[in-house]
C-alpha cells in the first residue's frame, strides 16, 4: 500500500473533460502560474502533487472560478470544460461552480443542521420541485459519502458538531448534491486523522465512477493510492503529467524524481 | 462503502445545468436587488451627513461677517463729562450723531428717536464707552466710530429678512427698512469680517455674542480632562496588561472598564453633581468640575486604546530585553511604553475630541450658565463650545441661529483638526512587526 | 496663590532627585559597589515627596472650600440665620462669597461685608498655612531619603514598589468611579424614595414634578409617576432603531460584500464622519431641519404633527446611530471564516445567497450584540431628546406626538441652580438610577454575546 501505485487500476482512455492552454496566473505583479497546459480526463481522478507554495491550490482554484473573489487575481490563457471556455464573458461564475464543485482543506460546514448544510446547493439551484424530491437528494448524497448511517439519526443537529473526518465527508455530501461533473479536492485530508483519511480516500475513489476529480495533496502516498493521472508542479510550472504509475516509478523530469524521492519539498 | 458500481445503482444523475441555466436570471435579479437596498442605504446616510452639513454652513458663515454703521459721533461734553467717567449718556450721543442723517426725525420725540436708535447695537454705546474711557482727551472731538447694528438690521443686510413678505408678517416694518436703506445709500453701512465672534464672550445680543468665553472654558476644561486622564489612563492600563494577575479582580476591573465606556454620558453628570459639587463643595460652573468629570469618562477610552497599543507591541521586544537582564519595570517603561505611545496618543487624542463634543454631563454641573466673560483660571464659572451651542440655540433671536451654526462649525473645526492629527500620527508611526 | 503648592512640591521632589543622585555617585565614586543604580536613588527621593505631598495637597484643597465655609457660618452674629431654611441660608453664603470675589450688588449689610472681609481672611490663611505645611513636610521628606542612600539601599526594588502601587492606584480609580456612580445615586435615590412612594414611581402613570415654590402653597403637589417617561425614551428609541438597524445593516452588507475597494474605503471614513459629530449638533440640526421638514410635510398631508415629535428626535438618533450599526455589522460580517463564504460560493451560491443564506447567519450574534449597544446608547442619548423632543410627559405610543423621555427629565430637572433637599431634584437622581441600571444590563449582555463570537471564530 506505501508507496507502490496501485498496478490494477484500469487506466482506461475517457474521454477529455478539462484542457488547459497556457495558463498564466497572476497575483498582482508576481507570477503564481506559467504556461500551464494539461488535459483532465473524465472519470479519472487526477492529483495535483508538488511542494508548497508551487501553484498547485492556485491553479484549482482557476478552474471553478474560485480565483474571480481575489480582486487582485489575473489568469490568461484558456480553460475549458466539455469544450467550453469558462472565462468567456457569457459564463456565470454561479452555473460553472454548479457543475465544477469544490472541497476545501479545512471542512468548513456552514452553521446550520447536517440536513441544511446538504440541501443548501439543490434548494438554490432549484433541483428539488417539492420537499420528498429534497429528502431524497439529501439522502442520496449522504449515502455516496458514505455519511448516511452516522448522520441519519441527527440529521438536524449542527454539521459543525460531527467530527473532523464527518465534517469532510458532509462538505463532499454538500458538493455532490449539487450533482457536478468535475469535483475539486483542495488537500482534502490536511485536516484529518489517518482513519477518516483513509475513509475520505475509499470515497474518493468511489466517486470517480461518476465524477471528474481533481485532488491537490501535499502527500505522494495518497496521490500513489488515489489517482490514475498525476500532475507534478514546482515553482509554478507544471513539470510533468502523467500516468501516476509513470511518474511514480519511472519519472521523466529530474526535479520529480528529486521531489518524489525527497529531495525537494 | 455500499454499491459501487453505476450498473447495479442508479444511472449518472444529470447535471444541475438546466435548473441553473433556469433560475439564474431570477437568483442574479435578487443579487441586483439587495445591493439596490445597500447602495440605497448608504445613499440616504450620507445625504442626510450633506443635509446637515449644508444646513450648518449654509446658516453658519453669515455669521463670520458683522454688518456695521460708521457714524462720525461728536462727543458732547455736555452728555459725557469727563469727571464722571466712566459714566455719561452716551446713547443720547449717539442718537444725535444718527439724527444728523435723518433730519425729519424729531429728536425730543422719545419714541421716534428709539426706533431710530434700534437699528444701533445695544452695545454700541459700550463701545463709544470703552473708546473714551481709553483716551478721555476725546471728549469734545468728534470721532468716527464703526458700531454693529442690532440683529434685524444684521438679518435684514444679509438678505435674511424677505422685504417682499408683507409688512406684518415681517420683523420690520417699511419705515424701518426705509431709514436703513438711507444709512446704506450713504454709504455708511459695512459687512466686515466678525472677529467678535472670537474676541467677545457671551452677550444677550446676537450682533455682539462671541465664543471667546466658551473657548476659554472648553480649554480649560480639556486641560484638566487631559492632564487627569492621561496618566490614569496609561497607570492603569499598563498596571492590567503587563502586571495585573489574571484573577476574579482583573477579570472585574476590565469589565468594569469596558461597561464605563458605555454608561450614558448623563450619568457621569449625576455623579459629578452629586459627589463634586454636592459632597466635595467644588464650585458649580467650573471648567476644572467640568474637566474632572470627561476625565471620568475619557479614561475608558484611554484605557482600551492604551492596552490595544501595549498588546500590538511583540513578545520578541519584552523578552529581548528581560534576556539582558533588565527588570519587568525597565522593560516596561523603557523598551514597551515608548512603543506603544504613537498608539496611545491616538487613541488619547480621540478620547479628547469626544470629551470636546460632551454636551450632557457639563449641563448637569451648570456649564450652561449665562457669563459675559472669560473665565480666568479654571475655578471661575463659565461655558464651554457644546454647552455654547446648546444655550444660543434655545435662544429665540433669529440671529442666534447663525451664531450657533457658526458655534458648530468652530467646534467641528476643532474636531477635525484633532481626528487628523490622530490619524496622521496612526500612518506617521504606524509600525508593521 | 493655588498653584504655590504645586510649584514647591515639583521643586522639593527635583532637589531631592538631584540630593540622592549626587549621594549616591559620591559613594560610587569612592568606589562602593551599589545595589540600584544612582538614578534609582534620585527616582525614590522624587516619588517619596510627590506621592505623599501631592495627596495632602488635593486632600487639602478639596476639604478646605467646605471648612470654610463651615467656619464662616458659624462666625456669622448670631440670629442672622434663625429660622431661615437651607436654601436662604446657601444663598447669604453665595451673596458673602461675591462680595469677597469684589463683585457688589446694592448695598448689602454691614454683616455680611465684614463676613466677607472674614473670608478672604480665612482663605488666605489656609493659602498660607498650606505652603508652611508642603514646605515643611517636603523638607522633612527629602532629608530622610538622603538618609537612605547607602551602598547596600535596595533603591530600585522600592521605586519599581511605589510605580507598581501607583499604577495599581490608577486601576482602581476606575472602579472607583463605578463605586461613585453607583453610591451616589443609590444615596439620593434612596432619598427620594423617602419622599415618593418607590411604587408611585415605578407604576405612576403621572409625571408632573413640580414643586411648591412656598411652603404654603397647595396647589402644586408634584406628581412623580414615572411610567410616561419611560414610555417616551422607548417610542423615541424604537423610532431610532427603525431608522439605524435596517440602513446600517444594508449599509454593512454592501460595503462588506459588493462594494468596489475603492468604494469602500472611502464611504467608511465618510460615514465614521456621522459618528463623530458631537450630538449637540444632531439636536441642533433635528430643531433646525428635521422638525421643520416634518411639520411641513404632515401639514402638506393634512396630518397634525407636533413640534418636537418622537418621529423627529428618533430619527435624528437613528441617523447618528447608523455608523455604529454598520460598524459593527461589518466587523461581524468580517469575522465569518472565508472557508465559509469559499464553500457558499463553490456550491454555486450568487454572492447575494452567499451573504443572506450563510454570512448573515452566522454573524447575527455579533450583530445582535452591536444592535443591543445601539439600544443602550439609545436609551442613554441625552442632547438630542433634550433640544427635540418635548417636556411633556404623556401616555401615548404615536411617534407623531410630543413625548418626553428620561435623560430630559433628569436634565430639566437638574438644569439652573438646585438645592438637594427637594423631590423635584431627586427625583432625577432616580430617574439616572433607572437609566444607568438599564444600560449596564444591557451592556452587559451585549458585551458578553460579542466577546463570546468572537470566540468562536478565533
Redesign the interface.
Same mark, same amino acid.
Given at each position: 500500500m506505501y508507496d507502490a501505485p496501485h498496478k490494477d487500476k484500469d487506466v482506461t482512455q475517457n474521454d477529455i473533460k478539462i484542457s488547459a492552454r497556457d495558463v498564466q496566473v497572476f497575483y498582482g505583479d508576481t507570477q503564481a502560474i506559467k504556461d500551464v497546459d494539461v488535459e483532465i480526463d473524465d472519470k479519472t481522478v487526477t492529483a495535483f502533487i508538488g511542494p508548497s507554495g508551487c501553484g498547485k491550490s492556485t491553479f484549482l482554484r482557476c478552474l471553478n472560478r474560485m480565483n474571480d473573489t481575489i480582486d487582485i487575481c489575473r489568469i490568461e490563457g484558456k480553460i475549458s470544460i466539455d469544450g467550453e471556455d469558462i472565462y468567456d464573458p457569457s459564463i456565470d461564475p454561479v452555473q460553472l461552480r454548479a457543475k465544477v464543485g469544490m472541497v476545501f482543506q479545512k471542512p468548513n460546514p456552514f452553521p446550520k443542521s447536517i440536513y441544511e448544510n446538504v440541501a443548501y446547493g439543490p434548494k438554490i439551484h432549484g433541483m428539488a420541485r417539492n420537499k420528498a424530491e429534497l429528502d431524497e437528494i439529501v439522502e442520496n448524497a449522504l449515502k455516496r459519502a458514505a455519511l448516511w448511517n452516522e448522520a441519519k439519526d441527527r440529521l438536524d443537529s449542527p454539521g459543525t458538531g460531527l467530527s473532523g473526518g464527518q465534517q469532510q465527508r458532509l462538505c463532499i455530501a454538500r458538493a455532490v448534491a449539487t450533482e457536478p461533473e468535475v469535483l475539486l479536492m483542495d488537500e482534502p485530508c490536511s485536516a484529518l486523522d489517518p482513519i477518516a483519511t483513509a475513509q475520505v480516500e475509499e470515497l474518493i475513489d468511489e466517486l470517480r465512477q461518476t465524477y471528474s476529480v481533481v485532488i491537490v495533496t501535499h502527500s505522494m502516498q495518497q496521490a500513489a493510492r488515489v489517482s490514475q493521472k498525476t500532475a507534478f508542479f514546482h515553482l509554478g510550472n507544471l513539470v510533468e503529467f502523467g500516468d501516476t504509475e509513470q511518474i511514480f516509478t519511472n519519472p521523466k523530469d529530474e526535479r520529480t524524481e528529486s521531489y518524489i524521492t525527497g529531495r525537494i519539498g | 462503502?455500499?454499491d459501487?458500481?453505476?450498473s447495479e445503482g442508479?444511472q449518472?444523475?444529470?447535471?444541475?445545468?438546466e435548473?441553473?441555466?433556469?433560475?439564474?436570471a431570477r437568483?442574479?435579479r435578487?443579487?441586483m436587488v439587495?445591493?439596490g437596498?445597500?447602495?440605497?442605504?448608504?445613499v440616504?446616510?450620507?445625504t442626510?451627513?450633506l443635509?446637515?452639513l449644508t444646513?450648518?454652513i449654509g446658516?453658519g458663515y453669515h455669521a463670520f461677517t458683522q454688518t456695521h454703521v460708521e457714524l462720525d459721533v461728536f462727543i458732547d461734553p455736555e452728555e459725557i463729562p469727563e469727571e464722571g467717567l466712566p459714566r455719561g449718556d452716551y446713547d443720547d450721543v449717539l442718537a444725535v450723531a444718527m439724527g444728523t442723517h435723518f433730519p425729519d426725525v424729531d429728536l425730543s420725540d422719545r419714541i421716534a428717536t428709539r426706533e431710530l436708535t434700534s437699528i444701533l447695537s445695544n452695545g454700541a454705546q459700550y463701545i463709544l464707552r470703552d473708546k473714551v474711557v481709553a483716551d478721555p482727551s476725546l471728549i469734545g472731538q468728534t470721532i468716527s466710530v464703526k458700531v454693529p447694528v442690532s440683529d434685524p438690521y444684521d438679518q435684514l443686510h444679509k438678505g435674511l429678512v424677505e422685504r417682499d413678505t408683507e409688512e406684518q408678517f415681517r420683523r420690520l416694518d417699511n419705515d424701518a427698512i426705509d431709514r436703513f436703506d438711507r444709512l446704506d445709500d450713504l454709504d455708511l453701512v459695512s459687512k466686515p469680517l466678525n472677529t467678535g465672534l472670537i474676541t467677545q464672550a457671551d452677550s444677550r445680543f446676537p450682533e455682539l455674542a462671541g465664543l471667546k468665553g466658551a473657548l476659554v472654558g472648553s480649554f480649560w476644561a480639556l486641560l484638566t480632562c487631559f492632564v487627569i486622564s492621561f496618566?490614569?489612563?496609561?497607570?492603569?492600563a499598563?498596571?492590567?496588561e503587563e502586571?495585573?494577575p489574571k484573577n476574579r479582580w482583573s477579570d472585574?476591573?476590565e469589565?468594569?472598564?469596558?461597561?464605563?465606556a %458605555? +454608561?450614558?454620558?448623563?450619568? #457621569? *453628570? &449625576?455623579?459629578a453633581? %452629586? +459627589?463634586f459639587i454636592?459632597w #466635595? *463643595? &467644588?464650585?458649580?460652573s467650573a471648567p476644572f468640575v467640568g474637566g474632572l468629570t470627561l476625565a471620568?469618562m475619557t479614561?475608558?477610552t484611554i484605557?482600551i486604546a492604551t492596552r490595544a497599543a501595549l498588546k500590538a507591541v511583540p513578545p520578541s521586544i519584552r523578552e529581548a530585553a528581560l534576556g539582558v537582564g533588565a527588570?519587568?519595570?525597565q522593560v516596561v517603561f523603557q523598551h514597551v511604553l515608548p512603543l506603544a505611545m504613537p498608539g496611545i496618543l491616538t487613541g488619547t487624542i480621540i478620547g479628547l475630541?469626544q470629551a470636546?463634543?460632551?454636551?450632557?454631563p457639563l449641563?448637569?454641573i451648570?456649564m450652561?450658565a449665562f457669563i459675559t466673560s472669560a473665565a480666568s483660571?479654571p475655578?471661575d464659572s463659565a461655558t464651554a463650545l457644546?454647552?455654547q451651542?446648546?444655550i444660543w440655540?434655545?435662544s429665540p433671536e433669529r440671529g442666534f441661529?447663525s451664531r450657533?451654526?457658526a458655534a458648530?462649525m468652530v467646534?467641528?473645526m476643532f474636531?477635525i483638526t484633532m481626528?487628523a492629527i490622530a490619524i496622521y500620527l496612526r500612518s506617521k508611526f504606524e509600525r508593521k512587526w | 496663590m493655588t498653584l504655590a503648592p504645586f510649584v514647591i512640591l515639583l521643586f522639593a521632589a527635583f532637589v531631592g532627585y538631584a540630593i540622592n543622585l549626587r549621594a549616591a555617585q559620591a559613594i560610587r565614586a569612592d568606589g562602593v559597589r551599589l545595589h540600584s543604580l544612582e538614578s534609582f536613588h534620585g527616582l525614590f527621593s522624587l516619588l517619596m515627596v510627590i506621592v505623599p505631598v501631592l495627596t495632602l495637597v488635593l486632600i487639602w484643597l478639596a476639604v478646605e472650600g467646605a471648612v470654610i465655609d463651615a467656619l464662616l457660618m458659624a462666625s456669622l452674629p448670631a440670629g442672622v440665620l434663625d429660622g431661615l431654611g437651607s436654601g436662604a441660608i446657601q444663598l447669604i453664603g453665595a451673596e458673602i462669597r461675591s462680595i469677597a470675589g469684589g463683585r457688589v450688588f446694592g448695598t448689602p449689610d454691614d454683616w455680611k461685608l465684614e463676613a466677607a472681609e472674614r473670608l478672604i481672611g480665612y482663605r488666605q490663611a489656609s493659602s498660607w498655612l498650606l505652603i508652611v505645611v508642603v514646605t515643611g513636610v517636603s523638607a522633612g521628606i527629602v532629608y530622610f531619603a538622603r538618609g537612605r542612600v547607602a551602598s547596600g539601599f535596595r533603591a530600585r526594588q522600592r521605586v519599581e514598589r511605589i510605580t507598581l502601587g501607583l499604577m495599581i492606584f490608577c486601576a482602581v480609580v476606575a472602579i472607583f468611579t463605578t463605586v461613585g456612580i453607583v453610591a451616589a445615586l443609590t444615596y439620593e435615590t434612596f432619598r427620594f424614595f423617602q419622599m415618593v412612594p418607590v411604587t408611585e414611581f415605578l407604576f405612576g402613570l403621572n409625571w408632573e414634578p413640580q414643586i411648591p415654590i412656598r411652603e404654603d402653597q397647595i396647589a402644586a403637589e408634584g406628581a412623580f409617576g414615572a411610567v410616561p417617561v419611560f414610555l417616551g425614551t422607548i417610542v423615541i428609541a424604537t423610532v431610532a432603531l427603525v431608522v439605524a438597524v435596517p440602513v446600517g445593516l444594508m449599509t454593512a452588507i454592501y460595503l462588506n460584500e459588493f462594494a468596489p475597494h475603492a468604494f469602500r474605503k472611502t464611504v467608511k471614513p465618510v460615514l465614521e464622519i456621522l459618528a463623530g459629530v458631537p450630538t449637540v449638533v444632531y439636536g441642533f440640526f433635528a430643531i433646525l431641519v428635521v422638525a421643520p421638514a416634518l411639520r411641513q410635510f404632515g401639514a402638506s398631508v393634512g396630518l397634525d404633527v407636533s413640534g418636537n415629535t418622537a418621529l423627529a428626535a428618533g430619527g435624528v438618533m437613528g441617523i447618528m446611530l447608523i455608523p455604529f450599526i454598520s460598524s459593527f455589522a461589518d466587523d461581524a460580517l468580517s469575522a465569518v471564516p472565508q472557508s465559509l463564504r469559499d464553500g457558499a460560493l463553490a456550491l454555486g451560491a450568487t454572492r447575494g445567497e452567499m451573504m443572506l443564506n450563510v454570512l448573515f447567519p452566522a454573524a447575527i450574534p455579533g450583530i445582535v450584540g452591536g444592535v443591543l449597544l445601539a439600544v443602550s446608547r439609545a436609551i442613554g442619548e441625552t442632547m438630542i431628546v433634550v433640544m427635540a423632543a418635548g417636556l411633556m410627559a404623556r401616555m401615548t405610543i404615536n411617534p407623531l406626538d410630543s413625548v418626553t423621555a428620561v435623560t430630559v427629565q433628569i436634565v430639566t430637572l437638574l438644569i439652573g441652580d438646585t438645592a438637594f433637599d427637594n423631590p423635584k431634584t431627586l427625583a432625577a437622581f432616580a430617574l439616572g438610577m433607572m437609566l444607568f441600571i438599564a444600560t449596564l444590563v444591557i451592556n452587559i449582555f451585549a458585551l458578553r454575546i460579542v466577546r463570546k463570537y468572537r470566540e468562536i471564530y478565533d
Open positions: - | 462503502m455500499t459501487t458500481t453505476p442508479r449518472p444523475r444529470a447535471s444541475a445545468g435548473a441553473v441555466r433556469n433560475s439564474l437568483r442574479n435578487k443579487q439587495l445591493q437596498f445597500g447602495i440605497a442605504a448608504i440616504f446616510a450620507i442626510m451627513l443635509i446637515l444646513s450648518i446658516n496618566p490614569l489612563g496609561i497607570g492603569a499598563i498596571y492590567l502586571f495585573a472585574l476591573i469589565i468594569n472598564i469596558n461597561n464605563l %458605555a +454608561v450614558p454620558s448623563v450619568v #457621569f *453628570g &449625576l455623579l453633581l %452629586a +459627589v454636592g #466635595f *463643595g &467644588l464650585p458649580r471620568l479614561m475608558p484605557i527588570s519587568k519595570n475630541a470636546l463634543g460632551e454636551t450632557a449641563l448637569l451648570g450652561n483660571s475655578f457644546p454647552t451651542i446648546f440655540a434655545d441661529v450657533t451654526s458648530i467646534l467641528l474636531l481626528n | -
